[in-house]
Nanobody, 124 residues
């Protein structure tokens, strides 16, 4: 059974920083890319950042580019999200995800791997 477990969420003031971590486990786990999505109250889940293990290519949503940095450790099946200069609009549940059937890390769906989510709240 594959599990993705996130950690590092919490409450922070605007302008502050948080670092999210995610580790994948399970004998059958295999993925060429991992990433982060988020869902704010009343909104659809949206792509935040992704990383492909081959070539270490990274992708970011325009709303977080320059403020967030994704990194990972393929050998550990781990991915991290360093979030700086946080804004109240970054408040959301952040989900770690890994590609299983999707080829585009920005378009993961129900058939891919997902974590349970971790709450990030940014106060003004």
């Amino acid at each position: 059974q594959v599990q993705l477990v996130e950690s590092g969420g919490g409450l922070v003031q605007a302008g502050g920083s948080l670092r999210l971590s995610c580790a994948a486990s399970g004998r059958t786990f295999s993925s060429n890319a991992m990433g982060w999505f988020r869902q704010a109250p009343g909104k659809e889940r949206e792509f935040v950042a992704g990383i492909y293990w081959s070539g270490a290519s990274t992708y970011y949503a325009s709303s977080v580019k320059g403020r967030f940095t994704i990194s990972g450790d393929n050998a550990k099946n781990a991915v991290y999200l360093q979030m700086n200069s946080l804004r109240p609009e970054d408040t959301a549940v952040y989900y770690c995800a890994a590609a299983r059937t999707s080829s585009d890390i920005r378009l993961l769906g129900p058939s891919d791997y997902w974590g349970q989510g971790t709450q990030v709240t940014v106060s003004s």
